[in-house]
Every structure is written in C-alpha cells, then in structure tokens.
C-alpha cells in the first residue's frame, strides 16, 4: 500500500487561505481596547436619546410637546404672550391647529411629526425581523432631525422642538407633504417632502420663504440629523460587524468610520452617507450639489450581546446650510429601505459601494460575477439549490487550478528519490545541493512554485464569496433543509451555556464544511511525498502540516458557528466536488507512467536558463566561493 505523505504545497495553500480568514475575523472583530467599558451603556441609550430630544425644550420654553400645543386656547392673551416670550417670531405656528402626517406607499409607512416636522416612524412595510416583529428603521426617538438657526433678535433656535403645520397633497401618483413653521401665512420654513408609489427615495427639500428678515445671517445654519439603529437580525454581534457608517466623497471615493469603538471624522464634499445597518440603511443624498463639509460620528453600542440587545450603534451627521439670498433652498433624497445591489444601483449614486463586497479585486468579482450569477440562478432556483448550482460552476471552472497542482505533486512525488540521492549526495555542501536540486527541478518542469500559484489563484475567490455570502441581501429568511435564514447561522441545538468564540448553539453546516475539508485534506495529503528533502535549519514542515489536517477543519466548525448558513453551504458543496474532482483527476487523467516518461525526455533536453535562474545561480556560487575563501 502507497505510503501517505504530507503535500506540502496544498496544504500551504490552505493555510494561506485559513491565514486571510483569521486576519479578516480579526479585523472584523472589535477589539477591547476599541469599545468603552461601561456595560450599562446600551440600557442608557434609550433615556440618552429621549433627554437629547427634549433637553432644549425644556431649558427654553414649557411648550414641547404635542399636547402642551393642542391645550393653546384662542385669545388668551397671557397665553400668547408666552408663545411670544418662548417661540419668538415662530410663535405663529402654534396658533394653528395641525397633526401628525401619514404616509403609506406600498413599501413605506411614514409619519411626519407635528413636532419638528420631521419623520418620527419610518416601517418597511415588506420586511419583518428575525421575530417576526416590523422592521421599523425610526421609532421610539431613536432618531433626530434638527435645524439650529439664529433670528434677527438675537435667538436660537431648534427646529426638533417646534410646531410645523402640516399638509398632504397628491401631485399625480406622487404623494407630497409639507411641514412649515410658520411666521405668517406667507412666511415659513418648509420641509418638503415627495413620495412615489413603490420607492424607498424621499425627495427632501428644506427651503424658507419671506424669512431674510427673520434668519440671523451672521450666524450658521447647522443641521443635525442622528440615529441610533436597531437590532434585526438573530445575532445582534453578527449584525453589528456589518453595521457601519459609510459615505462617498471628492467625486467617487468611498470611505467608512470604524467598525468599533468611537470614530467620527470632518469629511468635504460628501455626496452621500449611509447609517448603513446590516440589511437595511438610511441614507442622505445631495442632489444638487456636494455637502461642504460634514462632521460624521459612529459609537459601537454592543460590548456585551447579552446585555446590549436593543441597538447595534448611534450614528451622527452635522453640517452647515448655505443661505442664498438670506433664504433657504437645499434639494437631498432620503432613503429608508433594503441594502440591496439591484435596488441601491437604480438610483444612479452609487449607493451600492455602501455595500461591503470587499475591496479592489474582491469587490469586483462579486459585483460583476457572483451577483449577477446569484440574481440569475436564484430567479429559477429555490436558494439552497441556487447556492449548490452556483458551487457547482466555481468550482468545474476552477477545476483547472486543481489539475494544475495535482499534476505538479505528481511531478515531485517522481523527482522524489533523485531529490533524495542529490540531499545524500551533498550532504555536507548544502550550497551546492541546492544548486543541484533546482537544476533538476527547472530540467524536468517541476518547479515546487508550479503547486503554489495555482492555490493564490483561489485566493481571490475564496474571499469574494465570503463577503458575498453574509452580505446577500436576496438570501436573507430564506430556507433550506433545517436553516431556517441562509443569510444567518443554522441551529441544531441550543447550548446550555455560551461558549467563548463558538457560541451558545450548534451549527451543522460548518460541521459538514469541517468534515469535508478534513477528507479532501486527508486524500491530498496521500497523494505525493514532501516537494524536497527536510533541510536542515528548517522548520519542520511535515510534523506542521500533519497538525493542519486537524486544526483546519476545527477551524472552519468554531469560526463558521456564527456565520451564514449559505457560506457554510457553499463551503461544504465546494469540498464535496473538490474529491470527486481529485478522484477523477487520479483515476482517469493523469498517468503516472506517461508523466514520468515524460520528465525523462524534458531531462534529456538542453534546458536555456531564465535571466532570473542564472541570477540565482550566480549568487548561490558567489556565496559558496567566499565561504571557502573564509576556510
């Protein structure tokens, strides 16, 4: 029976990928010294938030709140000399009676607070949490939309704490609604909003009229909009790795604030930002021009996933309107809806960059190949199948890369006992025996760097799938066989306990992914002996690749526990087809008698030595020269 032996340079090539897996989980991950150590800070949030909208008012003026305004009886003098004193030339707009606008248009039900007249509720009408509860986006104060401006009287004021008067209009299908605070009738700021049938993008227009002896020119107009997100998905630490602020900047750059911790960042010409969650964002777009400059701030809000279950993190944006004639006129888009290529793309912005596909060549793969392959294989296929037809293709197209390598370990395993008489041989001139074995190699076309490329190939695969997978949208509470939401971790059991790293339940899909790894490894490892003789000084690599065979697939069932179900899925298909290939590959394409023939022709040939061989050869003797010379 044929001995087994390590292969080295597949094993080396899954270490490789496995070493891009840790570093992207640990770049992933927040680190402690990157999130605040108070664990009592996410039951807090809430009551922060609720003291935010309200502090103003309650320094300025008693008159805060929807009901406060509705008790104001007509012709009461006192009365209305208050609103003077604490509403100043706004005042006015607490005289008239007005409510709370709603919205509902198909797939957004929106309501326009009286107070502020800005969206207090937004709920996508289409999606549901991990519970089954209505995704809401704005609820509860967890959102804050705010002018500060100062008048002619030397006053300043907070839009977020006054009485707009509100009013809903039909302009064909369009719905419009418009929120003013009033000076007169015919003076006002107006927050004007327009929403389509159907669509996740709001026009928003903040513009003011007959206001240029009103608005304190000298001062800035800053506005100020801020949300704390909520927790959707089963996972709220797997949620909050892909919740993150993002925007684009001078003409096409996309950047982001940290993963973790605080960050915040003074950004100019931003075109747009996201409050981007997991599967769902908010998003302000400048229409007409670039903001001059914005002030974004991000704090990470999940220290402890068993204390900190509500929100994931508070995101900020501040910025400076400009007056035009000493009135207002800013033209953005609102967009409160799903984090999806195909509908992000329709918006001709860019708003699918806020997409974390990965960056450079990564990002590519996944936006020119993987999605529109996963978009057309899912439109016939139920998803599960989707995933496996897809696995299917990737791997029959890269199947290539593995006869490549295959053969190659073949090669070495031929050259094997010449490698080893050349190691006897020069057993005390271990210059020269490198010189010999890479002549012998470079003869016969069996260079050990012919195995490894072909597994860097794979690299760029490898990790666009794993940014494809937990960032499809389309996969998100879809099922196969036992995953109830292929965009999350599939659960067989629930542990007693939470487990450090693994978690506090069992996924079966990474356990499969783990079991086939380890046979393909096990079957790869038998397939040659080492490239080279153990040289010495060296590190032992085979009694470190037997280990491998081990610590990979443990690998892939701890860190795969809390990661999508489809990721793992693909995973496990990928093995599977993995060993039939490398069975057919042995059984019925590759010869070991041809091969061998063959490298004893390629020997027999005069081989012309590259300019990097001979470089190489000429160093190598330089140095065995002035090693003797030392004698």
């Known amino acids: 029976m044929e001995e087994k032996k390590l292969d080295v340079k597949s094993i080396i090539g899954f270490v490789l990928i496995f070493g891009i897996l840790l570093f992207m989980m640990w770049q992933n991950q927040p680190s402690p010294e990157e999130v605040a150590a108070d664990k009592a800070k996410q039951e807090q949030i809430a009551a922060d938030n609720k003291a935010k909208d309200t502090s103003v008012a309650q320094e300025d003026t008693k008159v805060t709140t929807p009901e406060d305004y509705s008790n104001i009886v007509p012709g009461d003098s006192l009365q209305q000399i208050a609103l003077n ?8 707009s607490a005289n008239a009676s007005s409510k709370d606008a709603v919205v509902d248009n198909g797939v957004l039900e929106l309501t326009f607070s009286k107070i502020g007249g800005h969206l207090s509720e937004v709920k996508l009408s289409q999606f549901v949490d991990f519970d089954s509860i209505p995704i809401y986006l704005v609820k509860d104060n967890n959102a804050s939309f705010n002018i500060n401006l100062g008048t002619s ?28 605070l009033k000076v007169s009738e015919t003076k006002f700021l107006e927050y004007l909003y327009v929403i389509k049938p159907n669509d996740y993008m709001i026009d928003f227009t903040i513009k003011s009229q007959g206001l240029s002896d009103v608005i304190n020119g000298s001062q800035e107009i800053k ?20 919740t993150r602020l993002t925007y684009q900047h001078d003409g096409g750059n996309i950047d982001k604030l940290s993963q973790a911790g605080e960050d915040d960042e003074m950004v100019e010409d931003v075109d747009w930002f996201s409050f981007r969650q997991h599967f769902f964002s908010s998003i302000l777009v400048a229409n007409d021009k670039p903001l001059k400059s914005v002030v974004l701030t991000s704090k990470d809000l999940v220290e402890d996933e068993k204390i900190d279950t509500l929100f994931t993190k508070t995101y900020g944006a501040k910025t400076v309107l400009a007056l035009s004639g000493n009135e207002l006129n800013e033209n953005y888009g609102l967009f409160y809806g799903p984090t999806e290529s195909g509908i992000l793309s329709s918006y001709d912005k860019n708003l699918e960059e806020s997409i974390p596909l990965g960056w450079g060549l990564f990002g590519w793969i996944n936006e020119f190949l993987f999605i529109p392959l996963f978009g ?8 599960g199948i989707a995933i496996i037809v897809m696995t299917v293709l990737i791997k029959l197209a890269m199947s290539f890369v593995q006869y490549k390598q295959y053969l190659s370990q073949m090669k070495m395993k031929i050259l094997k006992p010449e490698l080893e008489a050349i190691k006897e041989k020069y057993k005390d001139n271990k210059m020269k025996a490198q010189q010999e074995t890479m002549a012998l190699q470079n003869k016969a076309g069996a260079s050990p ?17 794993f940014m494809f997978f937990p960032t499809a949208f389309a996969l998100r509470q879809k099922k196969f066989l036992w995953a109830d939401d292929l965009s999350s971790y599939d659960i067989i059991a629930k542990l007693p306990i939470d487990i450090p790293i693994y978690g506090d339940h069992i996924s079966l899909f990474p356990i499969l992914a783990a079991i086939a790894i380890f046979f393909y490894m096990k079957m790869t490892t038998g397939q040659q002996q080492m490239s080279a003789p153990q040289q010495e000084g060296m590190p032992d690599m085979a009694k470190m690749m037997k280990y491998m065979i081990y610590f990979a697939p443990i690998m892939m069932m701890v860190f795969f526990n809390k990661y999508a179900s489809g990721l793992s899925l693909y995973y496990f298909i990928s093995n599977l087809i993995s060993i039939g290939i490398l069975l057919v590959i042995k059984n019925y394409i590759l010869d070991e008698d041809k091969i061998h023939a063959k490298i004893q022709v390629q020997k027999a040939k ?10 190489m050869k000429d ?3 330089q140095a065995e020269q002035q090693k003797k010379n030392k004698k």
């Not at 907070?158 to 003013?180: A, D, H, I, R, Y």
């Not at 057309?376 to 998803?383: D, E, G, N």
């Open 85 to 92: 004193n604490k509403l100043g030339p706004f005042a006015y």
């Open 153 to 180: 009287d030397n006053r300043v004021f907070n839009t977020k704490t006054l009485p707009f008067q509100s009013k809903v209009t039909k302009n064909g299908e369009n719905t419009l609604v418009s929120m003013k």
């Open 223 to 242: 506005l100020d909009w801020s949300q704390t997100s909520k927790r959707h998905d089963q996972s709220i630490s797997y949620e909050n790795r892909y």
């Open 376 to 383: 057309f294989l899912s439109s016939y296929l139920p998803f």
């Open 449 to 465: 760097l012919a195995g490894c490329l072909p597994a860097l190939i794979q690299m760029p695969v490898f990790y666009a799938l």
């Open 606 to 615: 005069p081989k012309k030595e590259s300019k990097f061989q001979k470089k």
């Open 619 to 621: 160093m190598m003797e």
